[in-house]
């Protein structure tokens, strides 16, 4: 016998058992029934998924007419700020030109864009011509000498708050009215909370 229980057939006709058991014809084991019968069963079968699995693709070819959907054609398309490029369909470019006042913008330089229009609170012209500026300072700077960039905007940083005078940078920190709720030290090695 096979590993299954299945009983195998060997070349010449016979039916082996597989464990070396003598063979049996053919004949005398068709005669008992099992083996014919579910043969037949299983073709009949094979048969009718066969013609169901016809009808379907019948169906199917039917319905769809043999079209195709349309296929909307790409367009590269570079950014105006960074110069980032991607492909996109002729429809989203033309939404994206209407909402940006005629210019291809990136979806990370929009987002810029709406980050400038809440907080200097400008209409979306001047927020777009902003970043723009700042896109193209950093093309022609930032790329090229990033560290010679970073010391650029270090002394930015620094005319921004030495223009403020030592007067307005005092109201601006928070009232320190005695301290309240600190840690001191005592006499021994442990820390006491005062209050």
């Given amino acids: 016998m096979a ?40 073709t009949g079968l ?26 909307s054609e790409v367009q590269e398309a570079r950014c105006e700020c960074c110069g980032m490029s991607e492909e996109f369909t002729p429809a989203y470019i033309r939404r994206v030109r209407e909402k940006f006042a005629g210019r291809w913008i990136c979806g990370l330089c929009s987002e810029a864009v709406k980050e400038e229009m809440e907080k200097k609170g400008s209409r979306k012209e001047d927020a777009i011509n902003a970043h723009m500026s700042a896109c193209s300072r950093f093309s022609r700077f930032g790329r090229t000498h990033p560290v010679l960039y970073q010391a650029e905007a270090m002394r930015e940083i620094l005319r921004k708050c030495s223009s403020c005078s030592w007067d307005e940078r005092r ?16 006499s021994s090695c442990f820390p006491a909370i005062t209050r």
């Fill in 171 to 186: 109201r601006r920190l928070p009232p320190a009215a005695g301290k309240k709720g600190g840690i001191a030290r005592t």
């Fill in 3 to 42: 590993p299954n229980g299945d009983v195998l057939l060997s070349t010449q006709g016979a039916v082996c058992d597989g464990g070396g058991a003598p063979p049996f014809s053919r004949s005398s084991f068709s005669a008992g029934g099992g083996r014919k019968a579910e043969t037949q069963s299983m």
């Fill in 46 to 71: 094979q048969r009718a998924m066969s013609d169901l699995s016809f009808e379907l693709s019948k169906e199917d070819a039917a319905a769809g007419c043999g079209k195709l959907p349309a296929v």
